[in-house]
């Protein structure tokens, strides 16, 4: 029993190491950050066996999880030529997704169970924000990075990077950091002081992300604003204070950066006026055709990178008209189809799509509880609105009309599943904390 014990620790408290240094490598060295990620879903799964702990597989939303990932290891079975191309090992990186799904539940059951771990955790995320932060003020005043970067050719501020992958990061772990802030201010500072200071902070932060030039992430950053005014209702004025001033905004940019300009208005206009035969247009196309004549058991994991290139698929939008023509041909294929929902339904069919919005679903659903609770102190309100951003950064993660990388492509994916994964644990506190009140007060 004690070598039990101290193998369990062991695996905890590296775990829980592994956890904290993993923001540091998803923004910098990804695959040091995929390693940690396995590393904790293993580390979990062991410390299962040993304590034999599966009490957390009774949760609907982990029910639906690997319901979905079941399905999808099924449709990934290779069978020859059946499906039509090689799948070149994709059953074995089926295998390898349920890590991702360990390593959610180890931050909700083990990992972040204590206070402090998560407070440690949000720590070294809001490190990671400002880090992006600075470097994109560095390159917007200077024209480099802190690395010695430049900006991107057409204007795009790319971070710490050399090129434009930032904004897309930055767009979610910014919201838990940004809405955090606010409410430290609002009960840090008396009015009307706190509201001006928190209203610079919403425009500081909506100026930086319009600088990014970068369409989805911005479009997604402003909606989680919008989304996380539903629980903070003493943001509200302020954020549509933000909303009006957007305009004004983008318009100043349009003298301080015209580069960035040109690629977040001029080139998105352009872009929308013939959305079907632009690049994100074909794709989007390509992605439905293959899944509507795969519908029920799709192509299998990573279908569209493997699959995308097979001329029976060659169809234009609409794909039913003979006279639509070849959808771009081969030269459009990239490794992902720009959308989950796309992914899912081309690699599981309908009935894996149906699974994962599901799973998604409940997701929501169990990341909403204890943020209609009405904080009473400072600290209350400064984790509530960090909840808060958490929701919010997993819902604009999976808004179906929106453009983003592989669901499971490191680092974003990365990021999603840390985020959610805190985002469990704090909900899983509550949920506990209120049932140990249910049983005090049967008691007395």
């Not at 950050?33 to 293993?42: M, R, T």
């Not at 549509?240 to 940019?253: E, G, K």
Request: proline letters at 5%; aromatic letters at 16%; hydrophobic letters at 50%.
């Amino acid at each position: 029993m004690v070598k039990n014990k101290k193998i369990s620790d062991f695996f905890q408290y590296s775990s829980i190491g592994a956890t904290l240094i993993l923001p540091l490598f998803l923004t910098h060295f990804r695959g040091i950050a995929d390693g940690l990620i396995s590393y904790v879903a293993i580390c979990f799964i062991f410390d299962c066996l040993i304590h034999k702990e599966w009490e957390w597989t009774k949760q609907t939303w982990v029910m639906l999880m690997f319901a979905w990932w079941g399905w999808l290891l099924i449709c990934s079975i290779p069978f020859g030529s059946v499906a039509g191309y090689a799948t070149n090992g994709s059953f074995l990186q089926a295998i390898g997704v349920v890590r991702f799904l360990f390593f959610i539940i180890a931050m909700q059951q083990w990992v972040l169970r204590k206070a402090k771990y998560r407070r440690w955790l949000a720590y070294v995320i809001t490190f990671c924000v400002i880090y992006i932060l600075l470097n994109m003020l560095a390159q917007l005043t200077i024209g480099y990075n802190i690395l010695g970067m430049p900006r991107y050719f057409d204007g795009t501020l790319t971070g710490p990077y050399e090129h434009p992958r930032a904004a897309a990061p930055l767009s979610r772990i910014l919201l838990p950091v940004t809405l955090a802030s606010c409410a430290y201010l609002l009960w840090q500072c008396k009015k009307p002081r706190g509201q001006i200071y928190t209203l610079f902070c919403l425009l500081f932060v909506i100026g930086i992300m319009i600088l990014a030039g970068q369409r989805m992430p911005f479009v997604l950053f402003v909606f989680g604003l919008g989304i996380a005014t539903i629980w903070l209702k003493y943001l509200r004025v302020l954020a549509l204070a933000t909303l009006i001033a957007i305009p004004v905004l983008i318009l100043v940019t349009a003298f301080a950066s015209p580069e960035s300009f040109n690629h977040l208005v001029t080139h998105f206009i352009d872009q929308m006026s013939h959305f079907s035969t632009s690049p994100y247009g074909l794709v989007y196309v390509r992605a439905l055709v293959m899944g509507v004549m795969n519908p029920w058991a799709g192509l299998g994991y990573d279908a569209f990178k493997h699959a995308c290139g097979n001329p029976i698929y060659f169809y234009g939008w609409p794909f039913w008209d003979p006279s639509s023509g070849n959808g771009g041909g081969a030269i459009i294929c990239l490794t992902h189809p720009h959308n989950h929902y796309l992914q899912i339904f081309i690699d599981a069919g309908i009935p894996g799509l149906l699974l994962f919005i599901l799973f998604i679903g409940s997701l929501l659903v169990e990341l909403a509880k204890g943020l209609a609770v009405t904080a009473t102190t400072k600290n209350q309100a400064v984790q509530k609105a960090w909840c808060v951003g958490l929701f919010a950064a997993v819902f604009i993660h999976e808004w179906p009309l929106s453009s983003t990388s592989s669901f499971f492509n490191m680092p974003l994916g990365g990021w999603f599943f840390l985020l959610l994964g805190m985002g469990l644990a704090y909900s899983w506190d509550y949920q506990t904390t209120m049932k140990e009140r249910e049983h005090n007060n049967v008691r007395n």
